[in-house]
């Protein structure tokens, strides 16, 4: 009897298996799995909007947003932004670890593994753009670039007997298609450097500034040039050493300025008359591809300023606002000195006076001036005593006026008419 009892025993134990076993094998569904995984990676590597979103759970809300996601997410993007995007499509392949797939049709789940293939497109871009490379170059080299792998574990859900991938907010799918957003912060420089007629230190005299606050190197553009917006940074260097780097700069027309001076950098050193010490002065110029697009070098010099007033610092001196020396019912007149250069440099202290028909009417208190004009005034404003029409106007006649230094000599003096 034990032995009958043996026997029985065993063949349940075997019969238990063989159910468990059939149980088992008639719940996987790999080959389904397979098969619809297959068909969603090569609409994922074909960058098909609408193939991916019918084999995604819920997809039938997926292929708007994925629509905009592929079109750059609203970004300003450059015009070849469509051709990279689908250049760098072009590289793309899968392949499936078929001995990774694990189903159930009872769990309603399903996953595999699938690696994903794409270009390098990031280190691509970085080398056209070193290189000084449009769009165009771009979409050229990426065929040729190296690749790089994504390996990913693709979910399936069993829905309504079909199988379908589960992404949850895309984020796979977003991993592999990553390029549509990065491509769309490409941006390509100009070449500017084809575009350059000449370069000079703007106001110099052949390469040199004397006494001056400001220097300035500029482009000059060729015709086309002057139609385009050139972005650039600049350096200047002093002796040799470094002394103000620019922040990215924009500029179009006849003119790509490059300054420095105390103006641009409040460190620039500069003499007790605030004009920039003297040396040799470099500029460099670059695009935003760090390409030189011009480096030249100046002179700075500072001369030696005239202490006071003198006739030597005068080009001329003349009665502003008047027509060859006349003025017609003015209430107020004026004989200006306009100085040389070096006598722009200084402080004018000066007195002067006014006579009307030879005889002294009006005498100033001291004064000081600097500038274009050194000016000399008369008028109901300087002397409350000047006779004037019942209109309001000087009186007619002739008006002489003589300016002075602090020491009494003659600085100049004119004679005009009222009427």
């Known amino acids: 009897m034990k032995a009958n009892k043996k026997i029985v025993a065993s063949v349940l134990c075997l019969s238990m298996l063989a159910s ?8 996987k569904d790999d080959e389904a799995v397979l098969a619809v995984a297959d068909e ?85 871009y970085e080398q056209v753009k070193e290189d000084g490379g449009d769009a165009q170059d771009l979409i050229d080299a990426l065929g040729d670039g190296d690749t790089v792998e994504i390996e990913q574990t693709m979910n399936l859900e069993l829905v309504d007997g079909e199988w379908l991938v589960k992404d949850k907010k895309y984020k796979n799918l977003e991993e592999v298609w990553a390029f549509y957003g990065d491509a769309a912060a490409f941006e390509f420089v100009p070449p500017l450097a084809s575009y350059i007629s000449e370069a000079y230190f703007w106001g110099s005299n052949n390469g040199v500034f004397t006494n001056e606050d400001r220097i300035e190197l500029d482009i000059i553009p060729t015709e086309e040039g002057q139609e385009i917006e050139w972005e650039f940074t600049y350096e200047w260097y002093r002796d040799g050493d470094l002394i103000f780097t620019s922040s990215p700069c924009s500029d ?29 002065y470099r500029c460099v110029i670059y695009d935003l591809a760090g390409n030189v697009l011009a480096d030249d070098t100046c002179t700075v010099e500072a001369t030696e300023i005239p202490s006071g007033a003198s006739v030597d610092l005068i080009d001329e ?77 000087l009186v007619p006649g002739e008006y002489s006026c003589i300016v002075y230094d602090l020491d009494g000599n003659e600085l100049a003096s004119g004679t005009c008419t009222v009427r």
């Not at 468990?20 to 719940?27: P, V």
């Not at 027309?253 to 490059?258: D, L, R, S």
């Open 20 to 27: 468990l076993g059939g149980c088992a094998l008639f719940d």
């Open 252 to 280: 179009q027309g006849y003119y790509i300025e490059a300054y420095y001076g105390t103006s641009y950098d409040s460190q620039a050193a500069v003499n007790e008359y605030g004009y920039l010490v003297p040396g040799q």
């Open 317 to 393: 001196a003349y009665f502003w606002g008047s027509d060859n020396g006349v003025y017609t019912d003015e209430d107020t007149i004026e004989l200006d000195i306009i100085p040389t250069t070096e006598g722009q440099m200084i402080e004018w202290r000066f007195t002067y006076e006014w006579y009307y028909e030879g005889e002294l009417i009006f005498t100033s208190d001291e004064c000081s001036d600097q500038g274009y004009y050194i000016e000399s005034y008369y008028g109901p404003y300087q002397d409350p005593n000047a006779q004037l029409t019942d209109d309001g106007y």
């Open 40 to 124: 969603y990676a090569e609409a994922v590597t074909k960058a098909k909007v609408s193939d991916v979103a019918e084999l995604l759970v819920d997809g039938e809300d997926a292929e708007d947003e994925l629509n905009a996601f592929t079109s750059g997410n609203g970004a300003d993007v450059i015009e070849e932004y469509g051709d990279i995007c689908d250049a760098i499509a072009d590289t793309l392949s899968y392949e499936i670890d078929t001995e990774s797939v694990e189903s159930s049709k009872k769990n309603a789940e399903a996953s595999v593994t699938v690696t994903y293939t794409v270009v390098d497109y990031e280190a691509v």
